[in-house]
């Protein structure tokens, strides 16, 4: 597996130097509306073929779903994750999605977290049981909602509990979430919460082996839990 050096920075601006993974930080709107998504991910991958790096946009509408995709160096989208659920505090009609996949990668088996689903527990952890070892969630929150709380309700908890990286990108900050027993400060994070850029951290899915224990179940998990999901 090839460690993962991730760049977190305002869509289209530069990578940091020698990164290989990219994820934008859109700091003034939720999501790309419906009728700009298909122009905005061409461009997004006319930029990860630029720059010769995975990618994962700003989160976008398509067919009336919150989406989140991750996209190759070659301009490719390799996969997409809708939400399961929505932010209720909008004022939005989205569809909820009910399929959650690992997507397999050169950095290790990914999942792609849409906005507020980092904080129902059943999403992660369908995803981790299906062999997810690096969840990338990405969401936005409002000024008046926003609190330093919300990280360890969210990517912090997922990954204690799931036992996986938590790459936690929002308008507000950036932080990388790890087991505690493997942190170095026994803390949890693997780079502490920050509003700077670019946000940069290296990550080798290798440091979980000791901590990893939960079985695979396949993808029944989420069937089994299908009308808690739907509640």
């Known amino acids: 597996m090839e460690m993962l050096k991730l760049s977190v920075g305002e869509p289209f601006s530069s990578p940091a130097f020698n990164s290989n993974f990219v994820v934008f930080s859109d700091l003034s709107c939720p999501y790309i509306p419906e009728e700009q998504t298909r122009k905005y991910l061409a461009a997004c991958c006319r930029y990860a073929r630029q720059y010769h790096i995975h990618l994962v946009p700003h989160r976008f509408v398509l067919q009336n779903f919150l989406c989140m995709c991750l996209i190759s160096p070659d301009g490719r989208v390799l996969g997409a994750q809708r939400a399961c659920y929505v932010n209720l505090l909008d004022d939005t009609d989205f569809e909820r999605g009910t399929d959650i996949s690992s997507l397999d990668t050169v950095f290790g088996p990914l999942f792609l977290c849409v906005d507020v689903d980092i904080y129902h527990p059943l999403v992660c952890e369908a995803a981790s049981r299906l062999g ?84 695979f179940l396949g993808n029944t998990l989420l069937h089994v839990h299908m009308e808690q999901l739907l509640e």
């Not at 070892?133 to 709380?149: C, N, V």
């Not at 309700?153 to 308008?171: C, E, I, L, R, Y």
């Open 132 to 215: 997810a070892k690096i969840i990338i969630s990405s969401q936005f929150i409002r000024l008046q909602q926003y609190g330093s709380h919300m990280v360890i309700n969210g990517a912090w908890n997922v990954a204690q509990t799931n036992h996986v990286f938590v790459v936690s990108v929002t308008n507000h900050a950036s932080a990388v979430c790890i087991p505690a027993a493997i942190s170095q400060e026994k803390d949890g994070f693997f780079v502490p919460p920050s509003g700077k850029f670019p946000f940069t951290a290296a990550l080798d899915i290798s440091q979980l082996n000791t901590v990893r224990s939960k079985p």
